[in-house]
Structures are given as structure tokens and as C-alpha cells.
T-cell receptor
Framework: GQQLNQSPQSMFIQEGEDVSMNCTSS?????WLWYKQDPGEGPVLLIA?????ELTSNGRLTAQFGITRKDSFLNISASIPSDVGIYFC?????????????FGSGTQLTVLP | DAGVTQSPTHLIKTRGQQVTLRCSPI?????VSWYQQVLGQGPQFIFQ???????GRGNFPDRFSARQFPNYSSELNVNALLLGDSALYLC?????????FGQGTRLTVV
């Protein structure tokens, strides 16, 4: 099935550093969502974006909905150990009458003490 | 408030068997979607139901079916299981385009 192009695939950073990851697509989306998934758990919604150009923050997290509606990025500032996990972007669109999400392949984040 | 709940959390089945997974959405959410997540990949859309009607279906074979009940809970059925059906099956309830996921059911087909 289709997946978005998410990069980087993995990151190793020092505690306190900032992190940036992004997603690109050949398709236009109406919404962009960012999720974090811990092992054995379902994805947890971090940020939802609804309009092209929108910049939204949630604590140390900031995400933007690209102007072309085909991309989005997520920044994490001043990383801490509990930021470890897999981060997924997801583009939301209407397909027929179904509202479905298309996910990226994930960014595995490791925070070193 | 209770989030999305799924049962069972883990399941082991033999090839050729049938399986039923269950999901209860967040109270007040009328839309339920099912996703399949294989190891190392992002979730893949299987079905969306809204007000008990199927609204969409992803690129999955007819062995996969689902339904939604009057209380908005949902079941996903998979017939004639294959080894490749081994995955984490996620249910999400949604409102205003935001999808909230349950903890998933880990299905292992042997």
C-alpha cells in the first residue's frame, strides 16, 4: 500500500538537542497529523494540522502544514529521554466518502543521555 | 474518559482459521476505522465505518470484512488466515479528521 516519504528513517541525538523530521507526498492532503508510537502500543496523536501554511505547537513540539499541501515537518526542541519512540506522519484525505489516513514509514528517535 | 479499547490484546491463530477483533470507540465518536501495521511500517488503512455504514475500504482482499453496531463498536473479521496476516491491527475512532488509536491487537498466524 501507499506510504508517505518520511525522513530520516532513524536519528540518534544527545539529550537537549533539537530534532527535525519531515514527510513528503506526491498527493495533496486536507490534514496532516503527527503521531508517536511506543513499542507494543498504538500511535498517540501529537499534533493535528488543518490548513496549508499552518504552524502549530504543542509544548516542545512544533509542526507545519506545507503550502503545497504535499508535505509537513515536525520539530522537537530540547529533547528528553522520554521522547524516544517512533514518530509517524499521516496525511488525511477523503477517498470517496471515506476519511482515511496515509502514513509515513516512521522515524525511529533515540535520545542519548 | 476511556479511550479506544480493543480486544483481545494478543492472539495466535493457525493458517486457514478465522479471527474476529473487537473495538469500542471513544464515547460520542461515530466513526471507526481499522488499520493493519506490519513490523517496521506505518499503519495501512483497511476500513472506515460511520453511523454503521461502510464508507471506505483499503487495498485488502475480500477475506477482510467488518461491521459497526448501533452502539458504534466495531468488529473486524479475517477469514482463511495467511502467515502474511500477522500484524498489529489498530482501531481508531475519529472526529473532525483527528483519529485516536487503541492499543491494538497483535495477531500472530502460525
Amino acid at each position: 500500500g501507499q506510504q508517505l516519504n518520511q525522513s530520516p528513517q532513524s536519528m540518534f541525538i544527545q539529550e537537549g538537542e533539537d530534532v527535525s523530521m519531515n514527510c513528503t507526498s506526491s498527493s495533496i492532503f486536507n490534514t496532516w497529523l503527527w503521531y508517536k508510537q511506543d513499542p507494543g502500543e498504538g500511535p498517540v496523536l501529537l499534533i493535528a494540522l488543518y490548513k496549508a501554511g499552518e504552524l502549530t505547537s504543542n509544548g516542545r513540539l512544533t509542526a507545519q502544514f506545507g503550502i503545497t499541501r504535499k508535505d509537513s515537518f515536525l520539530n522537537i526542541s530540547a529533547s528528553i529521554p522520554s521522547d524516544v519512540g517512533i514518530y509517524f506522519c499521516a496525511g488525511g484525505a477523503l477517498s470517496g466518502s471515506a476519511r482515511q489516513l496515509t502514513f509515513g514509514s516512521g522515524t525511529q528517535l533515540t535520545v542519548l543521555p | 474518559d476511556a479511550g479506544v479499547t480493543q480486544s483481545p490484546t494478543h492472539l495466535i491463530k493457525t493458517r486457514g482459521q478465522q479471527v474476529t477483533l473487537r473495538c469500542s470507540p471513544i464515547s460520542g465518536h461515530k466513526s471507526v476505522s481499522w488499520y493493519q501495521q506490519v513490523l517496521g511500517q506505518g499503519p495501512q488503512f483497511i476500513f472506515q465505518y460511520y453511523e454503521k455504514e461502510e464508507r471506505g475500504r483499503g487495498n485488502f482482499p475480500d477475506r477482510f470484512s467488518a461491521r459497526q453496531f448501533p452502539n458504534y463498536s466495531s468488529e473486524l473479521n479475517v477469514n482463511a488466515l495467511l502467515l502474511g496476516d500477522s500484524a498489529l491491527y489498530l482501531c481508531a475512532s475519529s472526529v473532525r479528521g483527528e483519529a485516536f488509536f487503541g492499543q491494538g491487537t497483535r495477531l500472530t498466524v502460525v
